[in-house]
């Protein structure tokens, strides 16, 4: 740009003050020379760059602008070189010092950095530099060394550990206190044992007495965790029950109880349990369990179950503790905001045996399609009811639920309440397919055939003699008057056989001759008892625990099978 047209611009003045290797008389006057022909070149660039400028900016030719400051700061650079040089030539400096310093000032350097001329430093660098990384290079190598003395303490720890013997950790066996002894404290235990799954059985395993509640003066809610912590080892489907064994007295009792919290809250499940004055296994509960305890339970089980997604209503029916499987229900359909309408109709015989009476009405206040029709038999004395009163009534249904005969009923109670209701909705005209049961004790079994009239009284040499036969009668062994009979069950691989009365279940013969059946429910819900029938035709009233492939595959329920021909069965 320097230059002239017919020769190449001028060598740059600094690369040749770095060739310089001294400062000559011939070296100075050459660099003078150099130094005013950059200022003359630059001055002229600068002049017509000037110029090009005005006339740009006057046509309003922005590119031609920006070209022309382009070439006025190469032009003050220029001028900047040749004047730098001359005044380094009048301090005295040598060519080389004379590039650095304008090299220095413009990359902006400060004047103490270090020259090529300056003293040697350690690796080119300044001392500072220098110090900064040999402390670095300490601060590392001290880390590394931290690092690998703790990865060799930990495997020595781990060769430790893996080299010791290890002691087996006991496990604990539930034990019954006697009601005379206080409670003892408590004390942490290991871990509990892992649950397992059998093979038709469902869950089997361990559950821990986390609080106890008492709803009614003979009602009580227990709620059961996980010994281990967590969410309990099972999933279940509302309406299902467990099964709980325990041993009194010397004797395993086993006893069915639905879950009455739902699933939805999988921290815990609680079954809430009646104390009936002759049964075994609800006088244990209420009487001699205590928070801390821990119960054999497998499960869940059972079909009388309902969890909102196969009709957009449903009808609750409950009589007295039959509503523990009702408000598993009504607690899921609540906590999951379910849209369909629930109709509850509730019977008790008191005011204070009105379970879980300030839930309901909680519930329903909240949610507005929740409707709840409870009855009393009685009002208990200091109570306020200005509800129904009386058992349940063809009224009270079509009162309580608009258009019944088009809903599904979910029914649950004593068997005769049930047999009551069953007939009331019929009269309503609700199909019995859309009628679901679950008894609450023991279901009644086939009915005797009637009987013929009896015979008028015989002489007294008759009589005389049918009283020494009734004598003779009464020496027979215990396990074989079972009562009066008209078929035999035989039992196949205890290769023992009994009569079967019409009013006995196979159940109960066995138990009453030593044939081990497994049961737990009693009322044909739980299929524990499941046994396979070898010959010959049962009745059975309940069979909600049999699958359509159980019937195919001859297996029948102990425990409500009865018969009026002979029969054998696998046990």
Same mark, same amino acid.
């Given at each position: 740009?320097?230059?002239?047209?017919?020769?190449?611009?001028?060598?740059?003045?600094?690369?040749? #003050?770095?060739?310089?290797?001294?400062?000559?008389?011939?070296?100075?006057?050459?660099?003078?020379?150099?130094?005013?022909?950059?200022?003359?070149?630059?001055?002229?660039? #600068?002049?017509?760059?000037?110029?090009?400028?005005?006339?740009?900016?006057?046509?309003?030719?922005?590119?031609?602008?920006?070209?022309?400051?382009?070439?006025?700061?190469?032009?003050?650079?220029?001028?900047?070189?040749?004047?730098?040089?001359?005044?380094?030539? %009048?301090?005295?400096?040598?060519?080389?010092?004379?590039?650095?310093?304008?090299?220095?000032?413009?990359?902006?350097? %400060?004047?103490?950095?270090?020259?090529?001329?300056?003293?040697?430093?350690?690796?080119?660098?300044?001392?500072?530099?220098?110090?900064?990384?040999?402390?670095?290079?300490?601060?590392?190598?001290?880390?590394?060394?931290?690092?690998?003395?703790?990865?060799?303490?930990?495997?020595?720890?781990?060769?430790?550990?893996?080299?010791?013997?290890?002691?087996?950790?006991?496990?604990?066996?539930?034990?019954?206190?006697?009601?005379?002894?206080?409670?003892?404290?408590?004390?942490?235990?290991?871990?509990?044992?892992?649950?397992?799954?059998?093979?038709?059985?469902?869950?089997?395993? $361990?559950?821990?007495?986390?609080?106890?509640?008492?709803?009614?003066?003979?009602?009580?809610?227990?709620?059961?965790?996980?010994?281990?912590?967590?969410?309990?080892?099972?999933?279940?489907?509302?309406?299902?029950?467990?099964?709980?064994?325990?041993?009194?007295?010397?004797?395993?009792?086993?006893?069915?109880?639905?879950?009455?919290?739902?699933?939805?809250?999988?921290?815990?499940?609680?079954?809430?349990?009646?104390?009936?004055?002759?049964?075994?296994?609800?006088?244990?509960?209420?009487?001699?369990?205590?928070?801390?305890?821990?119960?054999?339970?497998?499960?869940?089980?059972?079909?009388?179950?309902?969890?909102?997604?196969?009709?957009?209503?449903?009808?609750?029916?409950?009589?007295?503790?039959?509503?523990?499987?009702?408000?598993?229900?009504?607690?899921?359909?609540?906590?999951?905001?379910?849209?369909?309408?629930?109709? #509850?109709?509730?019977?008790?015989?008191?005011?204070?045996?009105?379970?879980?009476?300030?839930?309901?009405?909680?519930?329903?206040?909240?949610?507005?399609?929740?409707?709840?029709?409870?009855?009393?038999?009685?009002?208990?004395?200091?109570?306020?009811?200005?509800?129904?009163?009386?058992?349940? $009534?063809?009224?009270?249904?079509?009162?309580?639920?608009?258009?019944?005969?088009?809903?599904?009923?979910?029914?649950?109670?004593?068997?005769?309440?049930?047999?009551?209701?069953?007939?009331?909705?019929?009269?309503?005209?609700?199909?019995?397919?859309?009628?679901?049961?679950?008894?609450?004790?023991?279901?009644?079994?086939?009915?005797?055939?009637?009987?013929?009239?009896?015979?008028?009284?015989?002489?007294?040499?008759?009589?005389?003699? #049918?009283?020494?036969?009734?004598?003779?009668?009464?020496?027979?062994?215990?396990?074989?008057?079972?009562?009066?009979?008209?078929?035999?069950?035989?039992?196949?691989?205890?290769?023992?056989?009994?009569?079967?009365?019409?009013?006995?279940?196979?159940?109960?013969?066995?138990?009453?001759?030593?044939?081990?059946?497994?049961? %737990?429910?009693?009322?044909?819900?739980?299929?524990?008892?499941?046994?396979?029938?070898?010959?010959?035709?049962?009745?059975?009233?309940?069979?909600?625990?049999?699958?359509?492939?159980?019937?195919?595959?001859?297996?029948?329920?102990?425990?409500?099978?009865?018969?009026?021909?002979?029969?054998?069965?696998?046990?």
């Amino acid at each position: 740009m320097m230059g002239c047209m017919n020769r190449p611009p001028p060598k740059q003045l600094y690369p040749q #003050l770095m060739e310089l290797p001294a400062m000559t008389p011939e070296a100075r006057a050459k660099i003078e020379a150099d130094a005013r022909e950059h200022i003359n070149a630059g001055n002229a660039a #600068l002049a017509q760059a000037q110029n090009d400028y005005h006339r740009a900016m006057i046509g309003n030719d922005t590119a031609g602008m920006v070209a022309a400051m382009t070439r006025q700061r190469v032009a003050l650079g220029e001028m900047e070189s040749g004047t730098a040089a001359l005044r380094a030539l %009048s301090e005295g400096q040598p060519p080389r010092q004379i590039a650095l310093a304008w090299f220095r000032e413009q990359m902006n350097l %400060s004047p103490g950095a270090s020259s090529v001329d300056g003293p040697v430093r350690p690796f080119g660098i300044s001392w500072f530099h220098f110090i900064s990384m040999v402390v670095a290079a300490l601060f590392a190598l001290t880390v590394l060394a931290f690092g690998v003395a703790r990865h060799r303490r930990s495997i020595a720890l781990v060769n430790q550990l893996t080299k010791a013997t290890p002691v087996p950790v006991p496990v604990p066996v539930p034990v019954q206190r006697p009601p005379a002894q206080p409670p003892t404290p408590q004390v942490t235990a290991p871990p509990m044992p892992r649950a397992v799954v059998a093979p038709g059985r469902g869950w089997i395993g $361990s559950l821990l007495v986390a609080s106890i509640v008492r709803e009614t003066p003979h009602v009580k809610t227990f709620r059961l965790v996980d010994p281990n912590g967590g969410p309990v080892p099972f999933t279940f489907v509302p309406g299902q029950f467990l099964n709980f064994s325990t041993d009194i007295e010397g004797r395993t009792i086993r006893r069915s109880y639905t879950i009455a919290s739902p699933p939805s809250r999988n921290s815990y499940v609680e079954i809430t349990v009646k104390r009936e004055d002759e049964g075994e296994f609800s006088r244990f509960l209420h009487d001699k369990l205590a928070v801390g305890d821990v119960l054999q339970v497998s499960g869940p089980a059972g079909a009388f179950t309902f969890d909102g997604g196969t009709a957009d209503n449903i009808v609750l029916i409950a009589g007295g503790v039959g509503i523990t499987p009702m408000m598993c229900v009504i607690r899921y359909l609540t906590d999951t905001s379910w849209p369909g309408e629930v109709f #509850l109709v509730f019977a008790m015989r008191s005011t204070e045996e009105f379970i879980f009476r300030e839930e309901l009405e909680y519930l329903q206040r909240r949610y507005p399609r929740l409707h709840v029709a409870a009855t009393v038999g009685s009002r208990s004395e200091g109570t306020a009811w200005m509800g129904l009163e009386g058992p349940i $009534s063809r009224e009270t249904l079509a009162h309580a639920v608009p258009g019944i005969e088009k809903r599904r009923v979910h029914l649950c109670g004593p068997p005769p309440m049930m047999e009551a209701i069953r007939g009331l909705l019929g009269e309503l005209g609700v199909p019995p397919d859309q009628i679901k049961t679950e008894a609450f004790g023991p279901a009644t079994g086939l009915v005797p055939p009637a009987r013929p009239a009896p015979p008028p009284p015989p002489p007294a040499s008759v009589a005389r003699l #049918l009283d020494k036969v009734d004598a003779a009668a009464a020496d027979v062994s215990p396990q074989q008057a079972v009562g009066p009979a008209t078929a035999t069950v035989s039992f196949a691989r205890s290769a023992r056989s009994a009569p079967l009365p019409p009013d006995k279940s196979v159940l109960e013969v066995a138990e009453s001759i030593g044939v081990p059946i497994d049961y %737990s429910c009693r009322v044909g819900t739980c299929g524990i008892c499941k046994t396979r029938l070898l010959s010959g035709q049962v009745t059975m009233e309940v069979q909600d625990a049999l699958t359509d492939e159980d019937k195919a595959n001859g297996l029948i329920l102990a425990c409500q099978a009865h018969a009026l021909h002979d029969i054998a069965v696998d046990a």
